[in-house]
């Protein structure tokens, strides 16, 4: 089972700031948070990750609170482009090996209109 | 650097039959992972290669197997096929211990009918 909450959809419009939440109430010690995007008919591509309070790379933000329950994705000034299905991630699931997984939950639809 | 590329793109099957799909990973990856996509649901694992061996596996039956050759290239076989097999087939590619940051091809579309 994911171990991630997150709006199932969202709407927005070009040039806007756009804040997806993710909760993450049982969070492990030493669980990264993840964030990928999806368009239509294309793998997952990474965006952002972090660990605690906040990071920031050329496409997105990642703001994380003290407790790491929950995390946002903020997405400055969105376009068209920008519409698409946002997964929030955490861990995960480490194999006996040191291995481990990515599990999706369904995502945040998000849609950018004109 | 190509990414990851997966073979064929799109794919018709007929129920009963077998499938086997391609990934080549990522220059420099050696870790592979195969996810099961159905319309409007999140990727869902089905296994992971490292070394030529299967490492993990998610809860898929045994009709799912895989292989990974010595090259780091994996395939994806999927025997007795169900009308529910029909989904995205997702190949991603990682260094062995930083699978959070996984790069995924544009995957396999198999509609089984």
């Known amino acids: 089972l994911a171990k991630t909450t997150q709006p199932i959809s969202m709407d927005s419009y070009e040039g806007q700031e756009v804040n997806i939440t993710c909760s993450h109430n049982?969070?492990?010690?030493?669980?990264?948070i993840t964030w990928y995007q999806q368009f239509p008919s294309q793998g997952p591509r990474f965006i952002i990750q972090?660990?605690?309070t906040k990071v920031t790379n050329e496409v997105a933000s990642l703001f994380i609170p003290a407790d790491r329950k929950s995390s946002t994705l903020s997405l400055p000034r969105v376009s068209l482009s920008d519409t698409a299905v946002y997964y929030c991630?955490?861990?995960?699931?480490?194999?006996?090996?040191?291995?481990?997984?990515?599990?999706f939950g369904s995502g945040t639809r998000l849609l950018v209109r004109p | 650097d190509a990414g990851v590329t997966q073979s064929p793109t799109h794919l018709i099957k007929t129920r009963g039959q077998q499938v086997t799909l391609r990934c080549s990973p990522k220059?420099?990856?050696?870790?592979v992972s195969w996810y099961q996509q159905a319309l409007g649901q999140g990727p869902q694992f089905i296994f992971q290669?490292?070394?030529?061996?299967?490492?993990q596996r998610g809860n898929f039956p045994d009709r799912f197997s895989g292989h990974q050759f010595p090259n780091y290239s994996s395939e994806l076989n999927v025997n007795a096929l169900l009308l529910g097999d029909s989904a995205l087939y997702l190949c991603?590619?990682?260094?062995?211990?930083?699978?959070?940051?996984?790069?995924f091809g544009q995957g396999t579309r198999l509609t089984v009918v």
């Open positions: 991603a590619s990682s260094l062995p211990f930083d699978a959070t940051e996984a790069f």
């Open positions: 049982n969070i492990a010690t030493n669980d990264y």
């Open positions: 972090g660990y605690k």
């Open positions: 991630l955490v861990g995960d699931d480490e194999g006996m090996d040191s291995s481990y997984k990515l599990i």
């Open positions: 220059s420099g990856h050696d870790t």
């Open positions: 290669y490292y070394e030529e061996e299967e490492r």
